[in-house]
């Protein structure tokens, strides 16, 4: 399984305005069909400058995901863009999922 992950910085400036657009925008990557479900986090890491969050989307396959790049990434991408465009700095990578564990109680 693949997560892709949305690394994004945010100006100090927009950051309650970006935080309430993404909490919207999540749910629309997954009305895509493409993911499983996705995670919101806060990188805990302090920046020089905004605030920094990571979003993972988990995809149901390499095929899912691929399928996302090619019908539904760049008009998603873009209502971002054209929102805050120089007040937030995005990168996106791919993890692949090797090994699961969960802890269980006895």
């Known amino acids: ?3 892709y992950n949305v690394t994004v910085n945010v100006d100090e400036s ?17 009305a895509t069909g493409k993911f499983k479900d996705a995670r919101l986090t806060k990188v805990l890491v ?8 990571a979003i993972q989307y988990k995809a149901f396959s390499r095929e899912a995901l691929d399928d996302y790049y090619k019908n539904d990434a760049d008009r998603l991408k873009s209502d971002g863009l054209k929102k805050f ?4 700095l995005a990168f996106r990578t791919e993890l692949e999922i090797i090994d699961e564990y ?3 109680f006895k």
Request: charged share 30%; glycine share 2%.
């Open 85 to 88: 465009s120089d007040k937030m």
């Open 14 to 30: 927009i950051h309650d305005e970006w935080l309430e657009w993404i909490k919207n925008h999540i749910p629309e990557v997954l």
């Open 102 to 104: 969960n802890v269980t």
């Open 46 to 53: 302090e920046e020089e400058e905004g605030i920094t969050y």
């Open 1 to 3: 399984m693949i997560i």
